[in-house]
């Protein structure tokens, strides 16, 4: 499977490779440094294989062998009329639909969402290895995940809904308050990346981040503790919904502010390649994966973090959930140039745009992607196309995305999507895959029990953990917590 | 006092000086005089050979030597992997060290000045202060942001602003201002040591400048403890609370005020968060009048916040009002005399503290 996006006006890295300096030239001997800079000076012609990619409909032969992994109804399907022209230039998508006049205009609306469904059809278009492509082409028996795997997708992706659905319903019952962010319609990015890792990778997410955490290992009930806000959870009731933090799962956030976590996710990344180069742990391999979505693609430190991953050659997957919504901002109303795949080849490394609700598809791309990570190879954008089913937040009420769109979209459904394809090509039966729909709702189920029955954090707790090493700081004269002293809440003791 | 029992246990701790060795010490007298900058560049050096976790990152800290040059000769002795020059992101950079942090190790950020954090404040507060708290102490961020702070010579309004009322206001950061050279060398090391955030605030127009160092103060697992303050000068009659290059400026005005024989005690706070508010505390009941100075703009400064603390608790000892010396309240102006005007003289110093004593109308 190839990453290299092979545009023909976009390729530009040939020529970019030959001045690109490392940090780290004195680590490497001679040959080395000329075996690395042939691998950055063409990536086209990596030994994986040709990058593939055709945003133009002419290449129809290409879309067709994609087609028989999933139905070829998705690809064909078009409920609105396709405009090639528009396709080709997607600068021109937003005139219809100005983007200075609200969305309110039941017209426009219209049109735009039959543009972003233009828009959507380049999108099906997906980079395919000729591996892949060949497998695909001789039959339909040869599949891309053995019955076991295909089962564990099936039980996290079912996880990740149950799991959200139950935030919500326990949101309107008042056990979870504050900013909650449901992750619905987008659990293939998450199982298909993620389920790919080892323990000591690391998941960098945003605000949307119950999903990532719960696919990387932490225990449905941790999580829901923490969304209550109780001491069990797994930053004991501290971090909340939009900080979820675990060190045991190598789970580094949950940050709030859009693009705050890929700086954090570079750290990381670069930090696995300063343990391996300077301080000598030869097999350490880790790589790191950024989860950030569409909004955060026009924010400054996205591309500062492009510029410095693809520099420093770092072990990192830049993952981006396109859901084509920033709140009520729409993607297309944002952004210079909405193809945010393109913007990887500009900062010297490999832009992919994938089905993200198709879990196959991204299990592929990610495999690549974090193969390529793995064997030191460098960064890779994947621009994941994807819609999140429910609003923002609970708090959004989701007035601006019309209905026609998310009816699109729900048609598309991953979960539904793969049990269609497990029980198609025989690898799970009906009956299987209703005892993990069964499980799950008892584990979530069980969660919600735990979490309602775990204590709230002791007073105590309000003043640890500010530093890891304290020096005196929030301790009173006595030696006690400041806190605990019983005038605390009158205004009279002294904080 | 427990904090105060607990901070001098530390003390002794970080010091890990043989008890014979500073017997001799002594009676050694502070022959050696060393630069800040000096006393910066030995600092890094023997913090990144004594640990190879430790590495620096910013702007020109390599080949060009560092901005200031603090960081001269680091990159011949350490390699590029060590020493990153980095391209003008700062908040991409910061971001990037604070993620590093998150496993251990430990990165020592160089912000050309400290107007430039402003740039990086999102990942200084919310990715490295907050995340041990957020996490609830399953990660520790082992970082140290350095570099000037405060006014220079005639850089204009946007590079002369003091941050340290901006970052001590933030718990899960620890903010220190050195003085001498021991207060660089000491404090450095120990903000390195330190597994929490540290913004480290040095000061450009003291890089230049000597100070005595005694024999203690050049070996190499020195250290001196976060969260105290020191007392410069021993005094009676008022008490002077400064930090960074203010301290100077407080010293020269107990000198002038001698003569008139007022017996002022300075205070190097070293430390703005965690405050010695025990310290200051007893100073101000020692000698009940406090002036507090400071470069930055007054509203909600350092100074506003230990006039809070005496008021809280030495009220009773208090004979008159506190003092508050700061820097002019506006943005800093370009022209020299302006500039002299807008920062703090030893003249004012001085006016303040004969406030407090009632010596003066003015």
Avoid at chain 1, 362 to 380: F, L, S
Wanted: proline content about 6%; overall charge neutral; aromatic content about 8%.
């Amino acid at each position: 499977m190839s990453l290299s996006h092979h545009h023909l006006n976009t390729n530009i890295l040939p020529t970019l490779s030959a001045t690109i300096p490392t940090p780290f030239p004195l680590v490497f001997s001679a040959p080395i440094v000329s075996f690395l800079s042939f691998i950055f000076y063409s990536p086209l012609s990596l030994p994986s294989s040709p990058p593939i990619f055709s945003p133009f409909p002419s290449s129809l032969p290409t879309r067709k062998k994609m087609a028989t992994a999933f139905s070829p109804s998705k690809f064909a399907a078009q409920p609105f009329p396709l405009n090639t022209t528009s396709q080709n230039n997607p600068l021109t998508i937003p005139t219809t639909a100005s983007p200075f006049l609200g969305s309110t205009r039941k017209l426009i609306r219209l049109s735009s969402s039959s543009n972003l469904n233009i828009r959507r059809r380049s999108g099906t278009v997906v980079a395919v290895s000729d591996v892949v492509k060949e497998n695909k082409s001789k039959s339909t028996l040869n599949l891309l995940i053995t019955k076991e795997e295909g089962l564990e997708l099936y039980e996290d992706m079912v996880l990740g809904r149950a799991f959200e659905d139950m935030c919500a319903q326990m949101y309107y019952r008042g056990k979870m308050f504050g900013f909650v962010h449901l992750y619905n319609g987008q659990e293939a990015i998450s199982t298909g990346f993620i389920k790919l890792l080892k323990q000591q990778d690391s998941v960098v997410s945003t605000y949307r981040d119950h999903v990532h955490a719960l696919s990387k290992g932490v225990s449905a009930r941790a999580v829901m503790s923490e969304l209550f806000g109780k001491t069990t959870g797994c930053c004991r009731g501290q971090g909340g919904s939009m900080h979820m933090f675990s060190r045991e799962h190598n789970v580094l956030g949950g940050f709030a502010f859009i693009g705050e976590g890929i700086p954090v996710a570079t750290g990381a990344a670069f930090t696995s390649k300063y343990k391996r180069e300077v301080l000598k742990e030869a097999d350490c391999d880790h790589v790191t994966l950024a989860f950030f979505g569409d909004g955060t693609c026009n924010n400054g430190q996205f591309f500062e973090c492009l510029n410095m991953a693809a520099l420093w050659k770092l072990p990192i997957v830049f993952v981006v959930e396109n859901n084509l919504w920033a709140i009520g901002m729409s993607h297309l109303r944002a952004t210079s140039d909405p193809q945010i795949y393109k913007k990887g080849p500009a900062f010297g490394m490999p832009g992919v745009h994938v089905n993200g609700m198709d879990v196959l598809k991204v299990r592929e791309v990610a495999k690549e992607a974090i193969g390529r990570a793995r064997r030191g190879e460098g960064p890779t954008l994947v621009e994941c196309e994807t819609y999140r089913f429910r609003g923002h937040s609970l708090a959004d009420p989701d007035e601006l995305r019309d209905p026609a769109e998310k009816a699109h979209y729900a048609a598309r459904d991953p979960i539904t999507a793969l049990k269609k394809y497990l029980i198609e090509n025989s690898l799970a039966s009906e009956a299987d895959l209703k005892a993990i729909d069964k499980k799950i709702d008892e584990v979530v189920e069980e969660a919600v029990e735990f979490a309602d029955e775990s204590p709230v954090p002791p007073r105590s707790q309000l003043l640890e953990n500010v530093f890891a090493d304290p020096k005196g700081f929030g301790i009173g004269p006595d030696g006690q917590y400041r806190c605990e002293d019983p005038k605390f809440t009158e205004g009279t003791a002294q904080v | 006092m427990l904090g105060i029992v607990r901070q001098k246990m530390l003390e002794q701790s970080l010091k890990k000086i043989p008890p014979a060795v500073s017997v001799l010490r002594s009676y050694s007298s502070a022959a050696k005089q060393m630069t800040i900058r000096d006393a910066l560049n030995s600092a890094l050096d023997e913090e990144m050979s004594a640990d190879s976790k430790v590495f620096l990152m910013g702007e020109e800290v390599g080949e060009y030597q560092g901005a200031y040059k603090i960081t001269k000769g680091l990159l011949d002795k350490y390699g590029p992997e060590r020493v990153l020059d980095t391209p003008i992101t700062e908040a991409g950079f910061t971001g990037v060290a604070v993620g590093a942090a998150y496993y251990g190790v430990k990165p020592v950020v160089e912000f050309m000045t400290f107007n430039f954090s402003m740039q990086a404040i999102d990942h200084i507060i919310n990715s490295a202060a907050k995340t041990n708290y957020m996490s609830s102490g399953q990660i520790s961020v082992p970082i140290v942001f350095r570099g000037p702070n405060g006014a220079a010579a005639g850089v204009g309004a946007q590079h002369s602003q003091c941050y340290a009322a901006w970052y001590a206001s933030c718990p899960g950061l620890k903010v220190l201002a050195p003085y001498s050279s021991e207060d660089a060398r000491g404090l450095l090391k120990a903000a390195i040591r330190d597994p929490d955030p540290v913004v480290f605030l040095e000061n450009e127009l003291l890089y230049g400048e000597s100070f005595p160092v005694s024999d203690e103060v050049l070996d190499s697992s020195f250290c001196l403890p976060i969260g105290k303050a020191k007392i410069e000068r021993k005094g009676k009659d008022v008490t002077i609370a400064a930090y960074s290059k203010m301290v100077g400026y407080a010293l020269k005005a107990a000198e002038t005020l001698e003569k008139d024989g007022i017996d002022a005690e300075v205070i190097n706070l070293r430390s703005i968060r965690p405050l010695d508010r025990s310290m200051i505390n007893a100073s101000v009941r020692k000698t009940s009048r406090l002036v507090t100075v400071e470069e930055a703009f007054p509203q909600h400064g350092v100074g506003a916040e230990i006039c809070a603390s005496i008021v809280e608790e030495s009220f009773a000892y208090l004979d008159a009002p506190v003092e508050r010396i700061a820097g002019a309240d506006v943005p800093m102006p370009y022209a020299a005399n302006l500039e002299r005007m807008a920062v703090p003289q030893v003249e004012d110093i001085v006016r303040a503290a004969k406030r407090t004593c009632y010596r003066s109308v003015s």
